[in-house]
């Protein structure tokens, strides 16, 4: 059930418990709306406390620099926050953890944020991550959508889903689908919404036996959630639903700071989880990014709409730039323990394996400096 007090109300007491023990509040902040959301509601419970807004200089996809459009927000919203500026340049080894590499974007500037943060005294950095994979718009959602806003609003929704795959043709085979078996309809969902993980296969880059041992779990994985969504009877919208958010990582904090998102609060999430998958999606909103992200506008103050991004935020300029940066002699120890193929490593070109290369191998390099021996 909902909770009767409403979804802002709910992530205000996330906010809030995350913050409880912090004399200073510390937010990482994008220009994004998730993130602002945090900050808007620390800025609610801070009271006397200080809040300072942490921000890294990067340049989004369309060349706007993320400082100027956080600076902008703050003043539009009038909020009573420091803003700091951390360079993008700086790089940080993030605090070295035994459960094994991290894999979140840009670890050694979250990190560098985190060094910042506790440089200035933060109890708590707190972030929007998690939004997108908690209260995001599943695809095939379109008799989700009219259930709540009607056949007009499912109309607005199929046009919106149109602009990204699996477009028309995916909503079309959401239909058609209900009227097959429950196993079959769940592999044809699969199928259309996973297509490269129909028979996944672990990239070139990782050695044998760690190749063809990561590609038999993945597709024991994979039949596991097929299976998974046959005994819960997921309808293929909230199948994706499952699949945006499980298996959710939890991603370490990156310095001696304690780091949080109120979107991934236990409370937060029940009451979010709670709610028709529907109600994530809003047709009355004037742009395609506001209406995907109904839930997380309605935690942002009504009255001041007006001054939010209306399109979403990119960076992946910044995560190619960074992978771009790879030397790919540079994984000494990955290469020698027989977990990285060098010959594939040099032709390798995806971003998200250059990017996990290297985390493997800084992870690798805190192993040896706690004592590890590497065989």
């Known amino acids: 059930m909902a909770d009767p007090r409403g979804l802002s109300a709910v992530f205000t007491d996330a906010v809030r418990d995350l913050s409880r023990e912090a004399d200073t509040i510390g937010v990482a902040v994008s220009g994004g709306l998730d993130s602002l959301a945090a900050l808007v509601h620390a800025c609610k419970v801070a009271e006397d406390r200080r809040v300072i807004a942490f921000t890294v200089d990067l340049t989004d996809d369309r060349g706007r620099s993320c400082v100027a459009v956080v600076r902008r927000l703050v003043r539009d919203l009038a909020l009573p926050v420091h803003l700091e500026v951390i360079d993008s340049r700086a790089r940080v080894v993030p605090v070295w953890s035994p459960l094994g590499p991290r894999l979140d974007a840009l670890p050694e500037l979250n990190a560098a944020v985190a060094e910042r943060a506790a440089s200035l005294g933060a109890g708590v950095l707190l972030s929007g991550d998690g939004a997108d994979e908690a209260l995001g718009v599943p695809r095939f959602a379109a008799r989700a959508v009219a259930a709540v806003h009607g056949a007009t609003g499912a109309a607005r929704y199929l046009r919106d889903a149109a602009r ?110 709670a709610l028709p998958l529907g109600a994530r999606y809003d047709p009355r909103l004037p742009t395609p990014y506001w209406r995907s992200k109904a839930l997380v506008l309605s935690l942002l103050p009504r009255n001041r709409w007006k001054v939010l991004p209306g399109r979403k935020q990119y960076v992946r300029s910044a995560l190619a730039q960074t992978a771009a940066r790879f030397d790919p002699h540079a994984v000494p120890l990955a290469i020698d323990a027989g977990l990285i193929d060098a010959d594939q490593l040099v032709r390798e070109t995806d971003t998200a394996v250059l990017l996990a290369v290297h985390a493997i191998e800084h992870w690798l390099h805190g192993a040896v400096e706690k004592g590890a021996h590497l065989r």
């Not at 969504?229 to 304690?258: K, L, N």
């Open 164 to 273: 990204s795959d699996p477009g028309l043709a995916g909503e079309a085979a959401s239909a058609i689908a209900s009227l097959l078996r429950p196993h079959r309809r769940a592999e044809v969902y699969w199928a259309v919404n996973w297509p490269d993980w129909c028979a996944p296969t672990a990239p070139a880059v990782l050695a044998e036996p760690y190749r063809s041992r990561a590609t038999a779990w993945a597709r024991q994985w994979v039949a596991q959630t097929v299976t998974g969504h046959v005994r819960a009877g997921r309808s293929w919208a909230q199948a994706d639903a499952h699949d945006a958010f499980y298996p959710h990582e939890v991603i370490r904090p990156a310095g001696t700071v304690a780091e949080g998102s109120p979107f991934l609060a236990e409370g937060f999430l029940k009451a979010a989880f």
